[in-house]
């Protein structure tokens, strides 16, 4: 009796393991838009189960396919692990016409995380008027794809809790395109983003003949971008509102001005390898005056092509502007470069690379110039280092640069040129006993200073009002 209860105690755990101890998993079954269509089919279901998905369209909206491109309704699955199925549903039938019947139209907006996959069309997605990824989405679109939008008001809109992630690869970009009956630059509006996500992540996409309004891309929260071409836009390529996490090997080109920054600090994220070519204005643009919040370090690296700082600049509080060889600023009329006390600039020019400040237009006293005021000693001070100063000097009682009796500054292999005024102004204490500069206590120091075509002279000493053709030295002061 004993072995038969044994043997039958056995039987029972054999089918057991053979059937209720499978493991299960979920199913996730989405719509791309709640609005246009609903569906069934999903839960938890056993290893090797067969399930049922349903896509339902609404009244006046189709079914295209799911997320995989699997366009089957309803369709039939074999669990064999956790996964997750979106209906994309669109509002015409098909996702388009004129060439583009495989394509999916897409409209409205998202609110759960949706993947556009590769379909193998020449269009995979059609993006009809303004499409915004909502909520906390995840909007993820995967190598290969090729979105048309058909006009130019549509464009897609992150909102600020969503994310978007374009990563193709080299050889399955992600294109981003006009219609097909309008290959024009500006065929289409932009890609925003207003989010600090993360998995914002723009990877070898080809942004085609955007920016029908202002720009391709716009950076209001904080995005990644690598290994992308901007090719177009009737305005600005990029828009940088937020920041970049990165920015790196880049191509903007056939655009009126590759890049806009708003904030100085967003300079220190311009990466390495980007590229700027075919641009009207071919220059970095930077319009903010106030780089002025404590310890906060900004680099100017060298881009290849100038900054443009539209509204010149004013280094306050504790800043400090570091400017690495190479790189030039462009200087629109009436604007400066203004050094606070307790600021520093840093300028790393070499003699093959030297940094160059010179004025939008090649005009003697075209912009103000530089007046550093830095009595900062810490952290390596403020100094000049192989750098021209280019058409400075606005008025006739300006000077290309300027400095007080406080400031500390080392000069060494500046040149200053096309001064409508001075070359340099400078401030030197008096020992009134000796009837000399008191060098004691001036801590502006001058090695391979030189200047040509300054109309009012090189340098102007204020403390006395005498004017001089190169550094004054320890000489004894001449008496008027």
Excluded at 202 to 224: A, P
Excluded at 229 to 235: E, F, L, Q, R, S
Aim: proline share 3%.
């Amino acid at each position: 009796m004993k072995r038969l209860i044994k043997i039958s105690a056995l039987a029972l755990l054999v089918v057991l393991a053979m059937t209720g101890c499978k493991k299960s998993y979920t199913i996730t079954v989405k719509s791309n838009n709640a609005e246009w269509g609903t569906v069934t089919g999903g839960g938890s279901y056993k290893s090797g189960e067969t399930v049922t998905i349903t896509a339902i369209p609404a009244a006046g909206y189709y079914f295209n396919c799911w997320n995989d491109g699997n366009a089957d309704n309803p369709r039939t699955i074999i669990v064999d692990g956790n996964a997750t199925f979106t209906a994309m549903f669109s509002d015409t039938p098909g996702g388009g016409g004129g060439g583009t019947d495989n394509a999916v139209t897409v409209s409205g907006s998202i609110s759960a995380n949706t993947t556009w996959p590769d379909r193998g069309a020449g269009v995979d997605y059609i993006v009809d008027g303004r499409f915004y990824v909502e909520g906390n989405a995840l909007l993820t679109i995967e190598p290969g794809v090729t979105i048309m939008f058909a006009s130019t008001n549509s464009g897609i809109t992150v909102e600020e809790n969503a994310g978007l992630r374009m990563v193709g690869t080299a050889d399955k970009p992600i294109t981003l395109t006009g219609p097909t009956n309008n290959q024009n630059i500006g065929a289409w509006d932009d890609v925003v983003v207003n989010s600090n996500r993360s998995d914002n992540q723009f990877e070898y996409v080809n942004f085609i003949n955007g920016g029908s309004y202002d720009e391709v891309v716009e950076i209001n929260g904080k995005l990644s971008m690598k290994h992308c071409v901007i090719n177009g836009a009737t305005n600005y390529g990029v828009f940088v509102g937020g920041s970049f996490s990165a920015f790196e090997n880049n191509t903007v080109k056939n655009t009126k001005c590759p890049v806009l920054l708003t904030n100085h600090k967003q300079v220190n994220n311009l990466g390495a390898g980007n590229t700027y070519t075919n641009n009207t204005n071919n220059m970095i643009e930077v319009d903010n005056y106030w780089l002025d919040e404590d310890n906060v370090t900004v680099t100017y690296t060298n881009q290849g092509v100038p900054y443009l700082l539209k509204s010149g600049v004013h280094v306050g509080g504790t800043a400090i502007m570091v400017v690495n060889a190479g790189v030039e600023f462009v200087m629109p009329y009436h604007q400066e470069v203004d050094v606070d006390a307790n600021a520093l600039i840093q300028v790393n020019g070499t003699a093959s690379q030297p940094v160059v400040f010179r004025g939008e237009h090649n005009e003697n006293g075209y912009w103000d110039g530089l007046d550093i005021d830095s009595e900062r000693p810490t952290n390596g001070g403020s100094y000049l280092t192989n750098c021209n100063i280019l058409n400075a000097g606005e008025e006739i009682d300006d000077a290309a640069l300027s400095t007080d009796g406080e400031t500390r500054l080392t000069l060494t292999n500046v040149n200053i040129s096309g001064s409508l005024g001075y070359g340099m102004k400078i401030y030197i204490p008096i020992n009134w006993d000796t009837d000399q500069y008191d060098f004691s206590n001036y801590h502006v120091t001058a090695n391979g200073l030189t200047f040509s075509n300054c109309v009012m002279g090189n340098i102007y000493e204020e403390n006395k009002g005498m004017t001089y053709s190169s550094w004054p030295g320890n000489k004894k002061l001449a008496r008027k």
